[in-house]
């Protein structure tokens, strides 16, 4: 059974910085594209960014650009998103989720960031 | 990368059927045949329905099913059961490795 765990959320001032992991179990890290996608709080999901397998391609959606790093090791079957200068409406729960045939088709139980002073 | 256009709610009464749209553009939806649809019930994650516009994951009920005409793709939810109120989004593949979700529409059970 696949598995994603996030962790690394938390209050953070706006500006701050603040990474968060992804741990996978349950499949081969190193066979699939890896995304993030958020859902700020009551609203809709959000594609963030995706990496694949063997981490030479990142794509961003144009909020984080410059400002968001997507990152994986296959080893350690680890994800990470580095979020740098952050603002209030990066405010959301953080899903890790695998990209399989075209679509998002596991996902963590989220991880919550609060960008706040 | 816009938001693709759902109806923010929809609703049928048990055993009825309801569809929910999704309405992009050719750079997304009517480009590709790329189009999933997730289920997400309040405090969860969104679990995946459908996905390459009408394929179903094993364990998903047949009471789901997908479809696109254009730039619209829609979720057609059959013989409507309880546990089947949820918010539903959809997402497609919009090219160069982006993708794309759909606003939500929550789905109301009567």
């Known amino acids: 059974e696949v598995q994603l765990v996030e962790s690394g959320g938390g209050l953070v001032q706006p500006g701050g910085p603040l990474r968060l992991s992804c741990a996978a179990s349950g499949l081969t890290l190193s066979m699939y594209w890896m995304s993030w996608v958020r859902q700020a709080p009551g609203k809709g999901l959000e594609w963030v960014a995706n990496?694949?397998?063997?981490?030479?391609?990142?794509n961003y959606v144009d909020s984080v650009k410059g400002r968001f790093t997507i990152s994986r090791d296959n080893a350690r079957n680890s994800l990470w998103l580095q979020m740098n200068s952050l603002r209030a409406e990066d405010t959301a729960v953080y899903y890790c989720?695998?990209?399989?045939?075209?679509?998002?088709?596991?996902w963590g139980q989220g991880t919550l960031v609060t960008v706040s002073s | 990368q816009s938001a693709l256009t759902q109806p923010p709610s929809a609703s049928g009464s048990l055993g009825q059927s309801v569809t929910i749209s999704c309405t992009g553009t050719s750079s997304d939806v009517g480009g590709y045949n790329y189009v999933s649809w997730y289920q997400q019930h309040p405090g969860k994650a969104p679990k995946l329905m459908i996905y390459e516009v009408s394929k179903r994951p094993s364990g998903v009920p047949d009471r789901f099913s997908g479809s696109k005409s254009g730039n619209t793709a829609s979720l057609t939810v059959s013989g409507l059961q309880a546990e089947d109120e949820a918010d539903y989004y959809c997402?497609?593949?919009?090219?160069?490795?982006?993708?794309?979700f759909g606003g939500g529409t929550k789905l109301t059970v009567l």
């Open positions: 989720a695998r990209l399989s045939d075209w679509c998002f088709d596991s």
């Open positions: 997402s497609s593949f919009a090219g160069t490795n982006n993708w794309v």
């Open positions: 990496i694949k397998q063997d981490g030479s391609e990142k």
